[in-house]
């Protein structure tokens, strides 16, 4: 009842040209035989229901990986610690199963690179006089890919850029006066909720008949709860008997997304550009902007609880601590940047200080927002060469700063180093840029060494728990810089020992860092290796600007 008729007729045509092209098609698609899939008509609700699927919180991820972790004291100290926002409950947390919950993450986050780029540059810094908007939003290369290339002219819209099949709007592109991009905001859009004392009666159940391929349909049972679904009930978290946990997500909420984007691609300004935004609910996101007139700029589209930051929020919460969820947020509450006096703006996921509202739980480190503006200011005039160059980046400073203080560490402490293997990688990893080129041996005879160290000195339940958040990496590099170099210095050389062999067997990065080309059927258990079309070396990692 919320979406305006202009929208309404909008996804009625585009609904309609799905339909048509199906029932015209003379041979389907191969993806229908392998799934059993008849000529099923699209409806406008199977659109808003993919746009809800495409707007899932990237922080679910983080969720089922440090909800996996046992209790204990000295592990909740840790995890208190690695959260950054207080107290995490876990008394009644998921004790998933290992495998299982690797699955479930694995298809979840199969479409997604938990990350993206963008940036845009003012006039001043240009060859051409004219602002440049670049972005990348990481998302896995497919065969077909998640992003098609459209455009779309007609009396009352003109616009081209990327869009995701299904949806009926350009997710990032431009029309004739503004330009625009975006980057994830990994935004606080949701909380779990201990519903283990709420009343029966204000538990609804629901059952629904899920097909199987190749199998009996299964019919299963469904709870909600005003606070979301409980979805302690999901198999795969095989949860402890008795235990109920909500989910609450602004994503159960009405919003409108379709309406905010279709106008965003008619603004012609930066303030018909942010009031489009505000309509905008999830997924979270970091939004970019540039116009004709020279203009760039940055804000938010995402609509968020009201938290205060100084507020202690826990990521479980009880059912009595829910009440910033009465007041919601949109992006215009948030801190928006114009125009600013560097002459670009720029986003990586990074979180950044200046609002009161809590934000956001978890981010990656600031690495590659701090990459990017390096490259940015070192680039007297930006050309579009330039700007792909930016993006393409493989260069990882920090990684740089750890080699550096390994190699001090067996200098301090005489490590004699006797083996010609090892000296071999060694002066590989002194000769080391930095850069993680696919022809890169410095790069893999870093991460070879960083791998078997980290399996030395820390233990699997602590690596559980870096891993558990986007900010792994950084985590660890700050724990072995912490150690005494008396105890990591002798691990170090044995390190060194365990992967000098692996090194001169594989040789460069590319050779054990691999782009694997396949449709989206790939990702599929037993059949998934039936999809794959190529496996190529590729240079890149998880903290450089371009992710592979």
Known sequence: GRMPQETRSWLDGFVAGINHHLSQVSELPHEFAVLGIGREPWTAADVL???????????WLVWFRLLEQGGGGDRRKLRDRLSGIGRFRRDRAVNADRQSRAVLCHLLGSASRAGSNAFAVGPARTAGGAPLLAGDPHLSLMLPNLWMIAGYKSPSHHAVGLMVPG??????GRNPWIAWGGASLHAASSGLCDMSHVPRDEVRERHETIRVRWGAARRIMLRETSFGPIVSDVPLLRQPKGTSIALRWVGHCPSDEITAMLRVSQARDWRQFCAALDGFAVPGLKMLYADRDGHVGETHAA??????????????????????????????????????????????NECRKGSDILIGFYFP?????????????????????????IQQDVQHQPAV????????????????RQNPKVERLLATLLAWDGRYEADSSGALAFELTVCALTKRV????????YAAQWDERIRIARRLMSLPGADLAPALAHALDDVAGRFNRFGTWG????????????VMPLIGPRYTAGDVSSGGSNETLMKT
């Open 167 to 172: 949806l009926p709007f350009v997710a990032l």
């Open 365 to 389: 480190p600031d690495d590659r927002f701090r990459r990017m503006s390096a490259l940015i200011e070192e680039e007297p005039r930006m050309t579009v060469d330039s700007v792909m160059r």
């Open 49 to 59: 229901t993919l746009g809800r699927l495409a707007g899932a919180d990237v922080t």
């Open 401 to 416: 700063e750890l080699r550096d203080h390994f190699c001090r560490l067996l200098d301090a402490h005489a490590i004699v």
């Open 458 to 465: 820390l233990d699997a339940q602590e690596l559980a728990l």
């Open 303 to 348: 609509h968020l609880p009201l938290r205060r930051t100084d507020a202690v929020i826990e990521s479980f919460q009880s059912t009595g601590s829910g009440a910033e969820w009465a007041n919601m947020v949109v992006g215009s509450a948030l801190p928006r940047n114009f125009d600013p006096p560097l002459g670009y703006v720029a986003a990586a």
């Open 511 to 522: 050779d054990v860092h691999r782009l694997r080309l396949r449709h989206f059927l790939g």
